[in-house]
């Protein structure tokens, strides 16, 4: 299985909008996303679905490592 059908797999969430957000991402910016990016996806993926809602709503704290990451998720049209 190639990373990308990985990553596709891990981030089918339990929520619809997460579902929305990461496919965005996987279609516009994973193609050009470098090693370390894919690797902080990939992380991201590991959190419970709460958490990452509550990241992408500004409601708590984003890790600094996670902060460009997360901006790229938040603006689903560029």
Request: proline fraction near 5%.
């Amino acid at each position: 299985m190639s990373e990308f059908s990985r990553l596709k797999m891990r981030s089918r969430r339990g929520l619809k909008e997460l579902d929305v957000v990461f496919q965005h991402y996987l279609e516009h910016h994973y193609p050009v996303a470098d090693a370390i990016e894919i690797q902080r996806l990939d992380e991201l993926l590991s959190l419970q679905d709460p958490v990452l809602l509550d990241m992408l709503l500004a409601m708590i704290a984003v890790p600094d490592e996670y902060a460009e990451l997360i901006e790229k998720l938040r603006k689903p049209h560029e």
